[in-house]
Nanobody
């Protein structure tokens, strides 16, 4: 079983940057796909970015493409989300999730970290 803990959220102004981190423990981290999702008030949780087990491939939601970058360090069991040019619509609770495969689904979740972007 994998435990995930997010950190790095906060209150920033539009145009600023933030770097979120997801730290994992338990299990074999390098065997899992890791993704960031977010949930804004009154909305469903949505996909933000995903990275494969080795970090060789990444994918992004259209809304963040070109502004956000996901990366991982399997020696430290961490996945980061660098967020640049933040917009007010990026305001949400950000969660990281772990999946043994896309077919198996996102089995493990962190508790989330709040990101608030003021206009």
């Amino acid at each position: 079983q994998v435990q995930l803990v997010e950190s790095g959220g906060g209150l920033v102004q539009a145009g600023d940057s933030l770097r979120l981190s997801c730290a994992a423990s338990g299990g074999t981290f390098s065997r899992y796909l890791i993704a960031w999702f977010r949930q804004a008030p009154g909305k469903e949780r949505e996909f933000v970015a995903r990275i494969t087990e080795t970090g060789a491939r990444t994918s992004y939601a259209d809304s963040v493409k070109g502004r956000f970058t996901i990366s991982r360090d399997n020696t430290k069991n961490t996945v980061d989300l660098q967020m640049n040019s933040l917009k007010s619509e990026d305001t949400a609770v950000y969660y990281c999730g772990a999946a043994p495969s896309l077919v198996a689904g996102w089995r493990y979740w962190g508790q989330g970290t709040q990101v608030t972007v003021s206009a």
